[in-house]
């Protein structure tokens, strides 16, 4: 693709005196779509915003555009450095975008043959992975999981399910004892916030990751830490720590919010039960919908402006930031006119951005998320939403947009013989009783586990 910047039709730079919406706060976070589909109205592909501190930025709102700046890293670098704002000391060491957007020795950070060198370490590292075994192993923690609650005949399949899976299998993987996974899911939750604690989660996640390189270095297991140990790259232990915490926290977070958006839209998307009943719909294919529709990041910082250029009719400035709207660009109407029209095996979605930083690992995401439905589908196939679906909360970040709970009822069963010890628990929420099963007049009782199978019949 050139690196010319190419003039495209729409609106400039928005006059002297024309406010940029802020990204953050209570207005900003309550509606996130609402708010992009508004900035999308007023300026078009490319919209000024303000980020925590009312620190300037653009949002990429167009599908073409995102494409543009995540493939031309010549024009939009992902090293920090080129930050304005950072150079002219405007973005202090406490502030709650520093754990995403301090300059660190990994391959998000960098480009060109630095970010070939230390990229080529995560992919060949991953690749030595058996998928097979990486399925087995989420089986395994799914299964321990909802022995945890299946007696009991409700769950919140966030607190219970969704978070802790994705958490449990990666702390397997990067060679890790499974009692790291339940506070690891706090504190990247924590992070991934920009919360006033952002950062001393950050430190804790990282000093958690050093004592685990520092065993690997005495005691090599065949796992991601020791791989990219070994690997010919030779990587020195501060790069192997931060592409480990690199790896746990885009995986846990895309991970966690693909399950529960998942798992909600099966049981209350009637347009989605529709094409189940039909037996049109898969699986995979519910996965890929969530991934157009809901992606588990939809703001990716950052990309830096390497000079005066120009995008999408947005005069953008050398040292600008910009933020990837991958959740807006999902449903920009060039390229989804009907968003109401099921999207099957299509993945020219930009759930895992593009280009050369284009996420490593989301085949292994996708396969936690698969196998780990697919055991909670099997294992209680009667599971309903237990409140009404207008009361499900969410919680949203300049990052992302989560669940914050999804309670449901089932019928209570007995649990599996994993053959391991139960996954330690993490402090939780009071759990509330799941009301009564009340039948909407004038429905039928839909056919247990028919539209399941339906779903789960994915090869």
């Given amino acids: 693709?050139?690196?010319?910047?190419?003039?495209?039709?729409?609106?400039?730079?928005?006059?002297?005196?024309?406010?940029a919406h802020r990204l953050y706060g209570p207005d900003a976070e309550a509606d996130p779509m609402g708010t992009y589909e508004k900035l999308r109205a007023e300026h078009g592909a490319v919209a000024p915003v303000l980020v925590h501190g009312d620190l300037p930025a653009w949002l990429v709102l167009g599908h073409r555009e995102n494409l543009d700046v995540a493939r031309t890293p010549s024009r939009f670098a992902r090293d920090p450095r080129h930050w304005r704002d950072m150079q002219e000391g405007n973005v202090p060491a406490d502030h709650p975008l520093t754990p995403m957007t301090a300059w660190q020795p990994a391959c998000h950070l960098v480009d060109g043959v630095e970010h070939e060198r230390l990229r080529g370490a995560i992919t060949e590292s991953l690749e030595r992975f058996d998928r097979r075994g990486i399925r087995r192993y989420v089986k395994r923690f799914a299964d321990q999981l909802i022995d945890a609650f299946a007696q009991s005949?409700?769950?919140?399949?966030?607190?219970?399910?969704?978070?802790?899976?994705?958490?449990?299998?990666?702390?397997?993987?990067?060679?890790?004892?499974?009692?790291?996974?339940?506070?690891?899911?706090?504190?990247?939750?924590?992070?991934?916030?920009?919360?006033?604690?952002?950062?001393?989660?950050?430190?804790?996640?990282?000093?958690?990751?050093?004592?685990?390189?520092a065993r690997k270095r005495v005691e090599p297991g065949r796992d991601f830490t020791t791989w990219m140990l070994e690997h010919p790259t030779a990587l020195g232990d501060d790069e192997v720590v931060e592409h480990l915490r690199l790896v746990l926290i885009a995986a846990f977070e895309t991970t966690a919010n693909l399950i529960?958006?998942?798992?909600?839209?099966?049981?209350?998307?009637?347009?989605?039960?529709?094409?189940?009943?039909?037996?049109?719909?898969?699986?995979?294919d519910a996965l890929e919908q969530v991934l157009w529709d809901e992606p588990p990041f939809m703001t990716m910082i950052g990309r830096w402006a390497t000079g005066d250029t120009e995008l999408g009719g947005a005069r953008i400035k050398a040292g600008d930031m910009l933020l990837l709207g991958l959740a807006a660009g999902n449903l920009d109407p060039e390229i989804r006119p009907d968003t109401t029209v099921p999207v099957h095996g299509n993945r020219s979605h930009l759930a895992f951005s593009s280009g050369p930083h284009e996420c490593p690992g989301q085949d292994i995401g996708r396969a936690i998320a698969d196998t780990g439905i697919d055991t909670l589908l099997a294992r209680l196939p009667d599971l309903e939403l237990a409140v009404p679906e207008d009361e499900l909360q969410w919680t949203s970040s300049l990052l992302s947009r989560?669940?914050?709970?999804?309670?449901?009822?089932?019928?209570?069963?007995?649990?599996?013989?994993?053959?391991?010890?139960?996954?330690?628990?993490r402090a939780a929420r009071t759990a509330q009783p799941a009301p009564p099963s009340v039948p909407v007049p004038g429905e039928r009782p839909a056919a247990r586990g028919s539209w399941w199978s339906r779903l789960r019949g994915r090869h």
């Fill in 402 to 425: 989560h669940l914050v709970s999804l309670p449901v009822r089932f019928t209570p069963r007995g649990s599996t013989v994993t053959g391991s010890t139960p996954v330690p628990r």
């Fill in 153 to 213: 005949g409700r769950a919140d399949l966030v607190r219970d399910f969704a978070e802790p899976l994705p958490m449990l299998v990666m702390t397997q993987l990067v060679g890790a004892p499974e009692s790291y996974g339940p506070r690891l899911v706090e504190a990247a939750r924590d992070m991934l916030r920009g919360t006033e604690t952002a950062l001393t989660s950050f430190e804790y996640v990282s000093a958690t990751l050093r004592e685990l390189v």
């Fill in 1 to 19: 693709m050139s690196t010319t910047p190419t003039p495209q039709p729409g609106p400039a730079a928005p006059p002297p005196g024309c406010p």
């Fill in 260 to 284: 529960a958006n998942t798992v909600r839209m099966v049981l209350t998307d009637r347009r989605f039960r529709a094409n189940l009943s039909g037996g049109h719909m898969t699986l995979p």
